[in-house]
């Protein structure tokens, strides 16, 4: 197994299965947040939030969840740290096969920016409602239990302009990387071939474009509405 | 004139190979571990022999010039490989096979060797297969064939137009199995440049890293070259930038006799000189001529036009287009032996009619195959090659027909052999396009990589046990030897002086002036003085290079133009003795077309009675005129007739 | 084939003397190149001239000059082997630059492929890959006859795509990690798709997975910029068979 995770399809795999798997948790945070647009009350996303919080399933993949990013996390750094050991000398007259921004070419960055809004992410909503604490998440009784207001927290957060900003940028990098990540992630295990190569490379657009619109809709929608 | 020994075994032709397998001598596998056999070259026959040999237990030490043996000139090869499996149920057969490929030759091969490597063809095919060449199949998962030139049946294997690609990659991968074995001591960037012979006897190598420039030792009982032709001695041919002459030419100068030079083969489909910067010359398959129909405008003032630019090919309607080949050759049309297609091109272009700028074109023509079976099948067929053409050329083949013009493409002659492969240095092998046996004055399409493959892996591993069988108590040989301390001296030495003329002018250009001269008066078309002329003028060459001659760099480096400078001072004595054969041999066959030897249609006409023999060289010192020894050609199977075509 | 003359055109090129010795670039002035001769051709060009300046030419590997040998490895303005698709530096054409340019020649750079001189590289590693296990296990004679082994025309091709590989090592060389992935997987899906290959495909795998991770390529990170340089348009999709390949090797371990 050591000789496994060492050896370079390895380390691969472990990036692949973990991206997979962060992928599903987002799909299910996506469709959470979306409430946040559903209803102005905030009752909808209330009652998930909460539901999220106390559900024990839910509890049970936290850890997994925070597993998986850590290791999605290193196994990055170590692969890019060997890969970069792999060409000591770089060109003087850089690569023009691929264009400057091409996601593929920028996984490693793409994937820097989404940990460091991910940590601002983290600070903003989980820290607040795990730990510290927040005066806007007082209480609220919806169908007779008690549970956080967390749309109030979420909603005053998006009504800031800066913010809303930078979630709508946090959005279009998960996208870009996701839009690399999905179908390379299939390559890496080897579920794929000429055939499905080409379907697999239009579904990762597509789910990078739903990640990208989707979360960005949310800051948007609070910006404009309110 | 001493008599050559043929060892050709007695016998009905179709039982020599089994008779004489079932008595020679076979060497106890204790004993292969203690025998050493260096190959030199690593292409179809080089690799294949080393491959084979060290699976038989043999201690193997290989070497190429390239940085890797997969990059051996035979993996240019396209169109495919020959073997009599009558696949196809179209009456093929081994005797088929035979007949065919000395009716190619121009009567000019031996029988036996020639039976032997038809007896053996539909094994290389199950060989190669067994080792995941990816050959074409057909839809119910058997092998494709398909047809070439010279032959009326369809026993051509293939793999797209990479065929040479495909072979040379198995063998390279039954080589890198032994290497992993430990069996094979592999050196690339190695190039040999002496041969060392002790007691008479073919012991080990000097050969030079071509990396530090060192010059080293290599001993062992046997030597085997698999090195190749000498067509670049033209300068421009369809060969590899690095094929060279040199290492037959140290063994013709150590005492192995060199048959048949003035046998080149001048390959009629490729892609036309362009100006005076080209390196080389880019074959495109003869396989095409299945489907490529040949032609030249009828009218000469349509061919001027062309030549200015006026018009383009297609609008020339087809009455007025000349179909030369077809018509010439009604009964082979397109699909004529390479030496007859050539002469043929050449004199429509020398008549005028030829259709480029340099008028030295004519065109192959896939309109016609294309509104017969649509373009998808003919892009499945020579896609590669049609890509290729068009990136060169940026002309689309698709569109417009393609220009091909006739280069030189291979040498049938080479290093004598006997039946055993073995020189007339005893324990000196040479194999494939290295050797001079198989193929006689033309060699047919497809049947290089046959002979190649024949005979490395079917052949040498068989033969040579018969030689080391004897050499079974001669320890490791000790390259400490008087004879390898002169051999790497005498190498050493003759760096240092090409390196130290600091003339004015680099190898290349040596070597495109001899080119010229050879293509002038060696080239299609030869007479008595032109050959004369020609070898007073190679002599003339010789003398500028070695006063003049510019090699730049290092001794002890990476130094190309070092390489180049040896390379070109064994051409230029090389050439020489083409030209004198040509000489010599006063008739007209196969590649060699005397001027003097013509029907009145001005076909080629051979002269059985006085020269069916083979014409083997012996060295007698640079500037001495070499002494010739004939073997007889006996053709007890097949009866001689003029070939024809028609 | 119109020769149009380039009256000047500027080559910088990578200069270093040893494996050792510590490179620079070199601009070099070439003059009257036809947009007909080949890249490497307008190289002699200039090594001429070199020469009769009394410098050292530019060292380059070549060979066959017909793209097949994969022997020629020139980074030239930002590509393995030039600015044109399914082409070897030799079968690059001077119609690609134009009056005046500027031309970039680089070695192939990855730690793997040490520069022996200039832009000569040493890709023995290549060979320490197929050495591993890229072959199938006969030896000569014994074999069935070719029939015997019927393979559908659909997995012959495939296997053919994957074998058309020539080894030049421009897919390391584009790479932004110099991931031999390509090269490798062409290798193991030829013989995957063979029914001759499949007998020892779990330990041809892995074995040339490790061998590949032992000689200091990068992994693959499936930018697909390999199959972009690739002279012969090697699909990436044979580099999801090498991962299915050697998982399904490594699981049942």
Known sequence: MSSFMSASIGRKFFMSITGLFLISFLIIHLTLNLFLTFDDSGTLFNLAAHFMATNPFIRIMEPLLSLGFVIHIIWSGWITLENMRARPQKYEYGDQQLSWWAPSKNMFILGSMVLIFLVIHLTNFYLKMKFTGDPLLSSVNIDGTEMHNAYALVSSLFMNKGYGLLYIAGGILVGLHISHGFWSAFQTIGFSNQVWLKRLKAVAVTVGIVFAVGFSYIPIYFMIKF | MSTLNSKIPAGPIAEKWTNHKAKIKVVSPANKRKLDVIVVGTGLAGASAAASLAELGYNVTAFCYQDSPRRAHSIAAQGGINAAKNYQNDNDSVYRLFYDTIKGGDYRAREANVHRLAEVSPNIIDQCVAQGVPFAREYGGTLSNRSFGGVLVSRTFYARGQTGQQLLLGAYSALNRQINAGTVKMHTRHEMLDLVVIDGKARGIIARDMVSGEVKRFGAHAVVLATGGYANVFFLSTNAMGCNASASWVAYKKGAYFANPCYVQIHPTCIPVHGSQQSKLTLMSESLRNDGRVWVPRKKEDAEKLRRGEIRPNDIADVDRDFYLERRYPSYGNLVPRDVASRAAKERCDAGFGVNKEGMAVFLDFKYAIERLGQETIAKRYGNLFQMYEKITDVNPYKEPMQIYPAIHYAMGGTWVDYNLMTTIPGLYSLGEANFSDHGANRLGASALMQGLADGYFVLPYTIGDYLGNEIMVPKINTNLPEFEAAEKAVTERLEKLFNIKGKTPADHFHKKLGAILWDYVGMSRNEAGLKKAIEEIKKLRKEFYADLLVPGELKNVNPELEKAGRVADFLEFGELLARDALNRKESCGGHFREESATEEGEAKRDDENFAYVAAWEFKGVDEEPALHKEDLVFETIQLTQRSYK | ?253
């Open chain 3, 1 to 253: 084939m119109a020769d149009i003359i380039l009256n000047k055109i500027y080559v910088k090129v990578w200069r270093q003397n040893s494996p050792k010795a510590k490179g620079r670039f070199e601009t070099y002035q070439v003059e009257n190149v036809s947009q007909g001769s080949s890249f490497l051709e307008m190289i002699d060009i200039l090594n001429d001239k070199l020469i009769l300046e009394g410098k050292d030419p530019i060292a380059f590997d070549h060979d066959c000059r017909e793209g097949i040998c994969g022997m020629c490895s020139m980074y030239i303005n930002g590509h393995a082997h030039g600015p044109d698709t399914e082409v070897t530096t030799c079968q690059l054409h001077m119609r690609k630059f134009h009056e005046g340019q500027t031309i970039v020649v680089e070695p192939w750079r990855a730690a793997a492929f040490p520069v022996i001189k200039d832009v000569m590289v040493d890709r023995s590693a290549f060979e320490k890959i197929q050495q591993a296990g890229g072959y199938v296990s006969v030896n000569t004679g014994g074999v069935p006859d070719g029939n015997v082994i019927l393979i559908g025309q659909d997995d012959a091709e495939e296997a053919m795509d994957a074998a058309a590989c020539i080894g030049c090592g421009a897919c390391v060389a584009t790479c932004k990690n110099s991931s031999a992935m390509l090269f490798v997987a062409a290798k193991v899906s030829q013989f995957a798709k063979l029914p001759q290959g499949k007998v020892e495909a779990k330990k041809r795998a892995k074995a040339m997975v490790a061998k590949m991770d032992e000689l200091g390529f990068g992994s693959c990170t499936n930018t697909g910029g390999c199959e972009l340089a690739c002279p012969k348009s090697i699909s990436i999709a044979h580099i999801a068979r090498l991962n299915r390949e050697y998982l399904s090797a490594k699981l049942s371990d």
